[in-house]
């Protein structure tokens, strides 16, 4: 049976920092989540460039900024906005960070996930 997209609770927005991203474990898959004033975005755990983790990468704007070599996306899309090398339009959609749809409610975010119950999803920060 396959599985469907349950809404399903991460952390209080209070208890993200402004200025960088964080690890969040979810199903034992690494992602980072990070906050954009009212908002927050779940994506990917690692850069496309090197697959280097993006945890305590700064976050401003909305734009996460990888520590290793200083690319950057947008959160809100994961498209790239800075690449090590000369930007072209090909990078700038295959290097995408893969991103996970993120609600805000009552200060609290909530991630869309596969599964057959919000219950058997298990998060950790």
């Not at 954009?36 to 305590?56: E, F, N, P, R, S």
């Not at 498209?79 to 805000?104: C, G, H």
Request: net charge positive; hydrophobic share 40%; aromatic share 6%.
């Amino acid at each position: 049976m396959p599985a469907n997209k349950v809404w399903v609770r991460v952390c209080s927005l209070a208890d993200l920092p402004e200025d960088r991203a964080v690890n969040v474990h979810i199903n034992n898959q690494r992602l980072v989540i990070a906050r954009c004033g009212d908002q927050a975005h779940i994506v990917q755990g690692y850069c496309t460039h090197m697959l280097y983790a993006l945890k305590d990468s700064a976050v401003k704007d909305c734009m996460i900024t990888c520590k290793l070599h200083g690319s950057q996306f947008d959160l809100q899309d994961g498209s790239v906005q800075s690449w090590v090398t000369p930007m072209t339009e090909e990078i700038r959609t295959r290097k995408a960070l893969r991103t996970y749809p993120t609600e805000v409610r009552d200060g609290v975010i909530y991630v869309a996930w596969n599964a057959e119950s919000a219950e058997k999803v298990r998060v950790r920060l």
